[in-house]
């Protein structure tokens, strides 16, 4: 939260995530049949993000948020590898 430093409303991110051991073998299902190829596989994703808020004025409470995410899998973990970039904006309106 930039608000300390003067900049109300900017606001910064990061995480990770990771997983391990991801075994499907026991997986009795039929929708998902490649997770039975899965036995130990793993993955791990991060992303960082910067959002900011208007603070006033007839945009007041548009949001606009800028995300970057990264995941990486092993070769049978079905999420795969994937690099994404997303730019979502808000616009709140009354429609009464």
Sequence with gaps: NM????????????????GWDID???????AY???RAMDGETHYEYG???SYSVQSGPLKATAIRAT?????ASENQSDGNLNEFRLVTTIP???L
Excluded at 24 to 30: C, R
Aim: overall charge positive; proline content about 3%.
């Design 68 to 72: 970057y995410t990264t995941h990486r």
């Design 24 to 30: 499907g073998t026991h997986y009795k299902g039929t």
């Design 93 to 95: 309106f009354n429609i």
């Design 33 to 35: 049949s490649d997770v």
């Design 48 to 50: 960082i993000g910067s």
């Design 3 to 18: 608000a300390e430093y003067g900049v109300p409303g900017l606001k910064f991110n990061i995480y990770q995530a990771r």
